[in-house]
């Protein structure tokens, strides 16, 4: 039996690339605040994600580059690397992989990460 199109793998990927120009106009805006946490939100992101998948036995999905990108857009521009790799880690494990992974969470983490920034610096 074939999976179709639209599985949570293939979803996943057209969030990410759904979520590029909005990227490009957040980097554009901010320059390199930006790219710095973009580039380490997706890393924090990627590697929970590939503890927990592995853990599952779920392939890896980039429906977690929604997280940084709302970080660099949505947050205070003048975040440090230590702020980005806390709130994104609790973001994505909190709100996405803990309770029910990529389309059965109850709260999406980017909103959590914003939250748990908003509410704790």
């Known amino acids: 039996m074939t ?6 793998a293939n979803v996943g990927w057209l969030i990410m690339a759904a979520c590029l120009p909005v990227a490009a106009a957040a980097i554009r805006e901010s320059g390199a605040a930006a790219v710095t946490t973009i580039l380490l939100g997706l890393l924090v992101v990627a590697s929970w994600q590939a503890v927990f998948r592995v853990v599952q036995g779920v392939p ?8 940084p ?10 975040l440090t690397p230590g702020q980005v790799v806390i709130a994104a880690s609790f973001g994505v494990v909190i709100g996405e992989l803990v309770f029910g992974g990529f389309g059965r969470n109850v709260f999406a983490a980017g909103p959590v990460a914003l939250a748990f920034l908003y509410l704790s610096y």
Not at 60 to 67: K, N, P, Q
Not at 70 to 75: D, G, K, Q
């Open 60 to 67: 890896l999905s980039g429906a977690g580059a929604v997280l």
């Open 3 to 8: 999976r179709g199109l639209w599985g949570h």
């Open 69 to 78: 990108v709302a970080l660099a857009v949505l947050a205070d521009g003048g």
